[in-house]
Each structure stands twice: as C-alpha cells, then as structure tokens.
Nanobody
Framework: QVQLVESGGGLVQAGGSLRFSCVAS????????MGWYRQAPGNQRELVAT???????TYADSVKGRFTIPRDHAKNTVYLQMNSLKPEDTAVYYC???????????????WGQGTQVTVSS
C-alpha cells in the first residue's frame, strides 16, 4: 500500500510561513486527490486543502489566500505552503491521498503520520 511521509512541521511566530511536504512511498499508483487535513485539541479533523490529479484545488475558507498546495508529480510529492500563519492554525496536520493501485479499479485512502504546527502570538 501507499505510505505517506510528512515533513516540515514546527514552531513559528504569527505572520510567518511554513512549508510541509508529503511524499508517497511508491509510484505505481494513480492519485485522484491529495489533500491536507488538520485537527486541533477539542476540534474535529477538518479539511484544509486538496488538489486533484488535474490540478484543481480547493481550500477551506479559513485558509484561502494564505495557504497553497503545490505538487510535484515527478517526485510523488504534495506540499502545503502556509503563509501569514495565525495562532488558530495551530494543529496537527495530516496528509491524505485517494489513489488507485496499478491494475485495480477501486480507490484506496492513505494518511500521513501527522505533523505538529504551533503558531505563537
């Protein structure tokens, strides 16, 4: 199965930037959608951003204009570029992918391990 490995989390001051990466463990698949979710203490996990195989992106209203989700198809990698960070962005961020295995018709879902982002005032 595909495994997603995240990197790039950390501590940043409000107004700063961070860049996450999420790398798929193999390339014998076709990805329908990749995205980022986050979960803060006491909150439900929420969608942050997604990108389809065709390059169409969606963003949560709370991050529009601040976050982008670039993708490097050659490296099986998706990024989350976070700018103008706010304390309310503090959460654990999870990469997600919906994909097809080679030769199969039904999709699978994979999750990254989670990466802590802490934004200080």
């Amino acid at each position: 199965q595909v495994q997603l490995v995240e990197s790039g989390g950390g501590l940043v001051q409000a107004g700063g930037s961070l860049r996450f990466s999420c790398v798929a463990s193999r390339n014998t698949f076709t990805i329908n959608v990749m995205g980022w979710y986050r979960q803060a203490p006491g909150n439900q996990r929420e969608l942050v951003a997604t990108i389809t195989s065709g390059g169409t992106t969606t963003y949560a209203d709370s991050v529009k204009g601040r976050f982008t989700i670039p993708r490097d198809h050659a490296k099986n990698t998706v990024y989350l570029q976070m700018n103008s960070l706010k304390p309310e962005d503090t959460a654990v961020y999870y990469c997600n992918a919906e994909y097809y295995n080679l030769g199969e018709a039904l999709p699978y879902n994979a999750w990254g391990q989670g990466t802590q982002v802490t934004v200080s005032s």
